[in-house]
């Protein structure tokens, strides 16, 4: 058994910043990759960001130079920073965890930026 449990999100106008959180814990041993996803009313869920545990990173083009994935392996936590927002960022945001080439899902967390 996985758990993934993400916080952080909430309601914050155009230009400004979030952080998001995502702990892991249970049957996590050989946890390779952490990413972030989001979906959007009426849109597919997206990749936004994702690191390794050796600390490779990859960003959607839309987040590129405003979003910042970070990851600490001994808290098994990963973490999200979100500046500069823009209302299209209005989003559930999901953290996903890979186990051994299982997915692993959080509740999602909502973000909400006002114009």
Do not use: H
């Amino acid at each position: 058994q996985v758990q993934v449990v993400e916080s952080g999100g909430g309601l914050v106008q155009a230009g400004g910043s979030l952080r998001l959180s995502c702990a892991a814990s249970g049957s996590i041993f050989s946890m390779n990759r952490m990413g972030w996803y989001r979906q959007a009313p009426g849109n597919q869920r997206e990749l936004v960001a994702r690191i390794t545990t050796s600390g490779s990173t990859f960003y959607a083009e839309s987040v590129k130079g405003r979003f910042t994935i970070t990851r600490d392996n001994a808290k098994n936590t990963v973490y999200l920073q979100m500046n500069s927002l823009k209302p299209e960022d209005t989003a559930v945001y999901y953290c996903s965890v890979t186990v051994r080439d299982a997915v692993y899902w959080g509740q999602g967390t909502q973000v909400t930026v006002s114009s």
